[in-house]
């Protein structure tokens, strides 16, 4: 069965900090990875994602993902935070053929100034 | 594009009555997701469509939930009758599959949901 964890539910951060969001996964056959992020009210967005190829992946928003097979994780990164980045992020996977998609509890980003 | 619409943005409703949320994909997506997000038990897939055909409703919680999608641009999410924990926010989203790659273009597109309250 596909599962993900996202073992923290916040992360604190001061502003121009590097940040890290952990995600870790479980999965059948290759994994497709994403990251969504959610501002108040509104619906969840698109960040980045990982299918295949470079293990780092660029997003949005000066976002990244590091896709680490052995320890079957996929963090996301910033080298700079920003307030504006403060908000929910949500990992996810899909996997096994299959299209149903298995989000994360979420990790609530605070970024302070 | 407009996104994905969802309608309506807040519902107010009292236990027992029937609440029907309503969602259009974004223009030539075949995939429709419904989830659901609580507090207690974060984001929840409900179901999904592929073309229309419902493929996965495994997450449907119970009969009192139902989901049609008549055509590639209209569906919906009923629950009859509404029960006081039942309330979220319910999100529709929609993707596209790629199927001449196989690098699949399955990002979803959230709407930006509807908040459902039953008293």
């Known amino acids: 069965a596909q599962s993900v964890a996202q073992p923290e539910d916040q992360v604190n951060v001061a502003e121009g900090n590097p940040l890290t969001v952990k995600c870790t996964y479980s999965?059948?056959?290759?994994?497709?990875l994403f990251w969504y992020v959610q501002y108040p009210n509104r619906g969840l967005q698109f960040l980045l994602k990982?299918?295949?190829?470079?293990?780092l992946v660029k997003g949005s928003y000066g976002f990244e993902a590091e896709f680490n097979k052995s320890q079957t994780s996929f963090h996301l990164k910033k080298p700079s935070a920003l307030v504006s980045d403060s908000a929910l992020y949500f990992c996810?996977?899909?996997?096994?053929?299959?299209?149903?998609?298995?989000f994360g509890a979420g990790t609530r980003l605070f970024v302070k100034a | 594009d407009a996104g994905v619409i969802q309608s309506p943005r807040h519902e107010v409703t009292e236990m027992g009555q029937e609440v029907t949320l309503r969602c259009k994909p974004i223009?030539?997506?075949?995939?429709l997701f419904w989830y659901r997000q609580t507090m207690m038990r974060g984001l929840e897939l409900l179901i999904y469509?592929?073309?229309?055909?419902?493929?996965?409703d495994s997450g449907m919680p119970e009969d009192r939930f139902s989901a049609k999608m008549p055509n590639a641009s209209f569906s919906t999410l009923k629950i009859q009758p509404s029960e006081p924990r039942d309330s979220a926010v319910y999100f529709c989203?929609?993707?596209?599959?790629?199927?001449?790659?196989?690098?699949?273009?399955?990002?979803?597109?959230f709407g930006p949901g509807t908040r459902l309250t039953v008293l």
């Open positions: 999965v059948s056959g290759n994994p497709y």
């Open positions: 223009s030539g997506h075949d995939y």
């Open positions: 989203a929609s993707s596209l599959s790629n199927t001449a790659s196989p690098f699949f273009t399955d990002t979803q597109y």
């Open positions: 990982y299918i295949t190829g470079d293990n």
């Open positions: 469509f592929n073309n229309n055909v419902p493929i996965d």
């Open positions: 996810a996977v899909r996997g096994g053929g299959g299209f149903k998609t298995i």
